[in-house]
């Protein structure tokens, strides 16, 4: 599974971008989906999460009312809507994905780098004061 994030770039404080995670090529029904990030120094984290046919989501305390996940399965892509963007957002973000099945079984939402088994190149958001 290969995963290509897009729209990074660089934006003033209280500016807003919009990420994109395709995936050409295979079906995301049976995939829950996450964006980490990591800034310069500091381990990768969890930014928001998505999961499939319930789309249920998690998003980080420190984000919260700010960032907003969503998913097109139609489209092959997830989002990361990202507004009033803070310094401290500075990072290379990483989409993330795990194959759950096909299924509707409800499984817990996986916060953990170590749970994701695909995972994108990144594109670095850089905000700036």
């Known amino acids: 599974v290969h995963l290509v994030e897009s729209g990074g770039g660089l934006v003033e404080a209280g500016g807003s971008l919009r990420l994109s995670c395709a995936a050409p090529g295979f079906t995301l029904d049976g995939y829950y989906f996450g964006w980490f990030r990591q800034a310069p120094g500091k381990e990768r984290e969890v930014v928001s999460c998505i999961t499939n046919r319930d789309q249920r989501t998690y998003t980080a305390d420190s984000v919260q009312g700010r960032f907003t996940i969503s998913r097109d399965d139609a489209k092959n892509t997830v989002t990361l809507q990202m507004n009033s963007l803070k310094p401290e957002d500075t990072a290379v973000y990483y989409c993330?994905?795990?194959?759950?099945?096909?299924?509707?079984?409800?499984?817990?939402?996986?916060?953990?780098?170590?749970?994701?088994?695909?995972w994108g190149q990144g594109t670095q958001v850089t905000v700036s004061s």
């Open positions: 993330a994905a795990v194959f759950v099945g096909y299924t509707d079984y409800v499984y817990p939402i996986p916060l953990k780098v170590h749970e994701y088994t695909f």
